[in-house]
């Protein structure tokens, strides 16, 4: 890391650092038992910053650039030691230097999930994680509140008490947010920024600061998303015996897909076991009937039964059913049902009027009418 050169006995002329790696944030400057001559010169570089600790007490800091290290350029120290303008002795003191270039893709996640109100779902559980950047913003206050005497400090050892401060905040500020689950996927830049101004306060008392901060998902629990899932196909499929028949009626225009094989499979079976019942009357009683001739064609087969429809019925706050057409029937001879009753039936956009429904006013009139007075 450091390179010493050795221009004058035992003293060290010149001062520097050249980082090779990608995650020490601290190095200190290594005297290997020398002092520090006075009038060496110190290289800071970009992205460095260099700090004098003398006997325990934090004293100078230098920004990039090339210094003689004399009484002009380190004020705190000349107090320190009480120098004079005509100090010319070398001095013992630790230099440190401060990476404050960024730090990216730094991971954070919940470990536990968080409680929330949803104004949808009421209480939910989430997880959410992503990456962040820090950076040394004050190398004094960084020194002083986090490195100490540590002689190689890396952004690991600072990563899992930000992480802690991350997730802390986040429940927070998605608690006080007020942004539903559903919407948590599209407004993820607006929960970052709320996370990222509630953590500031606290990382900047650490010397640092988080320039990015980056929401890559925030998760359901597996249970509640398969509900959803689930409720999303059947707002797809809406009418699901017009769904039915849509796929039936695809597969059997795709003889080669497995589910138009299996229907072809299934109606060869009953057009055979309907042609094999078939008899006719015989002076000795029923005679199976013998297959039609080649170049006859067979009728067709009856059309399967209508699919009744079933009905429910909302009333005092609740729903009751399903409910058949002969249910209604009766229900109205009771009284049960009126011409304002609110029904419904798959397939319906919402609740109707009973007597708004063709298939249902016929119920009411055929009732007969009230006998007249004095009768």
Known sequence: MGILDFLSGQ???????????RDTMVWRFEREGHEIKYGAKLTVREGQSAVFVHEGQLADVFQPGLYQLETNNMPIMTSLQHWDHGFKSPFKSEIYFINTTRFGDQKWGTKNPIMMRDPEFGMVRIRAFGSYAIKVSDPAQFMR???????????????????????????????????????MAANTQDVAALVAKAIAPTIAAYGLDIPEFYIENISLPEEVEKAMDARTSRGITGNLDDHMKWRAAEAMGNPSSGMGQAMGAGMGAAMGMAMGQQTVSGPWGAVPQQPQAAGHAAPPPPPPPPVETVWHIAANGATTGPYSRADLGRMVTAGQLTRDTLVWSAGMSGWTKANDIAELAQLFTVMPPPPPPGV
């Open 11 to 21: 003293f060290i002329d010149v001062i520097h650092w050249t980082d090779d790696t």
């Open 145 to 183: 509140e986090i490195v100490g005497t540590d002689g190689e400090f890396t952004a690991d050892e600072i990563s899992f008490q930000i992480r802690n401060v991350i997730v802390q905040e986040f429940s927070r500020a998605i608690a006080a947010s007020g942004i539903p689950v559903l919407d």
